[in-house]
């Protein structure tokens, strides 16, 4: 009887535990056909009893619908680039499945273009064409989406959308105008614009926006910069929340009439921080170092919790949007809990019939090498009324006004002419504190103008007196 060699019994063994485990790796895979009608979740079978597709059976177009970019079909000239271009002509889903350099083209209504985390970029010479456009001479197309990806390169303009359309997490850079541009009752989220400009670049600041929205379009979550044009730019009744704009030659956010901007910070703008059309609204923001007035609004406007400081023209200013319309030529604006601080003209300037309540106004104003001093804390014409304000330590008056302004329990102190000046007569100027303002607590004296008695806090008689020291 023949044994066995101890090499031989090895193979054998081998071969023996390769038997045991093989049928394990074999279905690792798992069940590949759909699952039957004895499958343990009956929300998740997708066969009946017979074997037939139930009703509620998805296919992988189901699931993944759309076309996708670009197409390997030889035959399909739309989305293969074989025409220099992509062009989606029919409404549905279209999505990217790796990087391109052509442009996008939407011929149609109705599409959602999904970048998938792709980028599309410009490898020629000069300047490109709209990366992506559902704006051209083929027409205006509407309701259309662009999803999820970045733009690069010289591209004259990243995304423009017509009507009804939504542009969310987008990122597009060095294009050489507008970066997204949409048109009526749209939005665009989540998405940033960055473009080429840098401070010292000569030139005029150019007829565009980083991010532009025609009327009622939402603005949120987003940022522009490095534009040597405006930041973030909507028509009437626009709303832009929660955005940033930074180191742009232009302005920073830009309204027309009726809109709204709220949460959002501008920092070093060419031109104007914010700048709104006529009732508007503008809350919970920031602006400083620009190189114009930090916040300019026109009438009837409401301007509450935001902080200009350090530009280079008035932290506040509001005057009416036209002088030669009549019905127009009015000012009105009311802000609530703002400060100014460290702007090289006046902290507040109005022209009439505006309401500060609870507002700061510190520090402002400039004295130009061997010319005059400039920069009160708050000036306004006729007709204004500040309570409750704080201003001190500003380069001329810390409140100053001209006719029938009120200001009433005011604080002024440490500023370099007069702590509350008032030009002409018929203001109320009542239950001010003033310290330590370098010519006189108040111009003119006390008793005339329709500015109330000063007096000692500790011996004072009359309810309205002012508080000098």
């Known amino acids: ?35 039957g009608p004895a499958f343990g979740y009956a929300n998740e079978r997708a066969l009946d009893t017979s074997g037939n597709p139930l009703p509620s059976m998805k296919t992988l177009m189901h699931i993944d619908a759309g076309e996708h970019i670009p197409s390997r079909s030889a035959t399909n000239a739309k989305l293969n680039g074989s025409l ?8 549905g889903r279209y999505y990217l499945t790796e990087n391109l350099d052509k442009r996008i083209v939407i011929g149609s209504d109705n599409v959602t273009l999904d970048l998938g985390g792709f980028e599309i970029r410009y490898a020629g010479g000069g300047t490109g064409p709209v990366a992506i456009s559902a704006s051209g001479l083929q027409g205006n197309f509407i309701r259309t989406k662009v999803i999820n990806g970045r733009i690069r390169g010289d591209w004259s303009q990243g995304v423009i959308l017509g009507t009804d359309s939504v542009v969310a997490g987008v990122d597009v850079s060095d294009a050489t105008s507008y970066g997204i541009k949409v048109g ?5 989220a ?13 030139g005029v600041p150019g007829a565009h926006s980083g991010i532009y ?15 040597n044009g405006i930041g973030i730019q909507v028509n009437q009744n626009g709303r832009v929340v929660d955005s940033t704009v930074q180191n742009v030659q232009g302005c920073g956010i830009v309204t027309n009439h009726h809109s709204s901007v709220g949460g959002c910070a501008v920092r070093l703008c060419g031109s104007t921080g914010f700048d709104l059309g006529m009732g ?4 919970n923001s920031a602006a400083s170092d620009c190189g114009d ?25 509001s005057e009416p949007w036209t002088v030669m319309d009549a019905q127009n030529n009015k000012n009105a604006t009311n802000f609530v809990q703002c400060s100014a601080q460290g702007n090289d003209g006046n902290g507040f300037h109005v022209t009439h019939s505006c309401a500060f309540t609870d507002c700061t106004a510190d520090d402002n104003g400039s004295q130009p090498l061997g010319g005059v001093s400039m920069g009160d804390g708050f000036h306004t014409g006729d007709n204004s009324r500040l309570s409750n304000c704080v201003a001190s330590n500003n380069k001329r008056a810390g409140i100053y006004g001209e006719s029938g302004n009120t200001v009433d329990a005011c604080t002024a102190t440490g500023n370099m002419r007069y702590g509350i000046e008032m030009l002409n007569d018929s203001n109320s100027v009542i239950r001010n504190t ?23 806090p500790a011996t004072a008689t009359n309810p309205f007196a002012n508080f000098g020291l």
């Open 1 to 35: 009887m023949k044994t066995t060699s101890p090499i031989l019994r090895s193979i054998l063994g081998a071969a023996a535990v390769l038997l045991v485990i093989a049928p394990s790796i074999v279905q690792g895979q798992g069940q590949l056909n759909p699952p």
């Open 84 to 91: 220099g271009y992509y062009e989606l002509s029919q409404p």
């Open 184 to 188: 009526k009752n749209s939005q665009v």
């Open 190 to 202: 989540n998405s940033r614009v960055r473009g080429k400009w840098s401070p010292g670049s000569s």
């Open 213 to 227: 929205g025609e009327d009622a379009t939402v603005i949120s979550q987003c940022s522009a910069s490095d534009m």
């Open 280 to 283: 508007s609204a503008l809350h």
């Open 293 to 317: 007035p930090g916040v300019h609004v026109r009438n009837g406007c409401t301007v509450a919790n935001v902080t200009s400081r350090d530009n280079k023209d008035h932290g506040f200013i």
């Open 434 to 456: 003033l310290r330590a303002n370098t010519l006189a607590p108040i111009q003119p004296a006390p008793g005339t103008n329709g500015i109330a008695p000063l007096q000692m």
